[in-house]
């Protein structure tokens, strides 16, 4: 039977590299808002010899998610792994004057928008499968009020999950990953020597082992 991976997350940096480590163990069902860089990630994928359904969709519209995981489950009936790496990365500000629209858009993406998920997934998911959530801990630093609040919001919700799923599943996961010079950080970190950090490919071959055992 066919292994279902769905990536939230998948247009580019660590969701793209860990759907392309996936792929040849599993069916890559890739969400993201970029059709051209999930096209791009297809091919790479198909490339060698794996499989993927592009589903270009915002995280936030809700009535796309819902579709997308009826869709998953008239297909195939389950997803085996869950891998959500979708993230709002709103512009550094002290938190005195932060602009509203930033803080309101990471809170959506990176808090509602993943318990919505959550409530979506979980039935598909089962007893048997499992959810990685990647946690990045800013809370309380200097300026990262939008994101750091938002993340920590995030991380809460995955931490939950898994105390409530330990005994009966799904089996949930929360990793950290080392830096990477993906867009994310290039926003936080404009002036930041890149070439010191470790690439997406590299630390999804690395957290894959978390993954998978």
């Not at 890739?30 to 915002?58: H, Q, S």
């Not at 809170?107 to 959530?133: C, D, E, H, K």
């Amino acid at each position: 039977m066919t292994s279902i991976a769905l990536i939230t997350g998948a247009s580019r940096g660590l969701g793209a590299a860990l759907a392309q480590a996936l792929a040849p163990a599993h069916h890559i069902v890739a969400v993201g808002r970029t059709t051209g860089a999930l096209e791009e990630l297809d091919d790479r994928i198909r490339a060698r010899g794996g499989e993927a359904t592009l589903a270009p969709m915002d995280i936030t519209t809700d009535a796309a998610m819902q579709q997308l995981c009826r869709s998953i489950h008239d297909r195939w009936g389950k997803v085996d792994l869950w891998v959500h790496t979708a993230v709002h990365a709103a512009p550094l500000s002290p938190a005195a004057a932060m602009v509203a629209k930033d803080f309101d858009s990471s809170m959506t993406v990176n808090v509602s928008a993943t318990q919505r998920l959550i409530g979506y997934v979980a039935p598909l998911l089962g007893t048997g499968g499992r959810a990685v959530f990647f946690d990045d801990p800013q809370a309380g630093q200097p300026y990262y009020g939008a994101y750091g609040a938002s993340k920590a919001a995030q991380i809460a919700l995955a931490r939950s999950w898994q105390a409530e799923s330990a005994k009966t599943g799904p089996d949930v996961r929360v990793l950290t990953p080392r830096p990477m010079p993906t867009a994310t950080r290039g926003r936080f970190h404009p002036g930041e020597d890149r070439s010191a950090l470790t690439p997406p490919e590299d630390e999804a071959g690395r957290l894959l082992t978390q993954i998978s055992r």
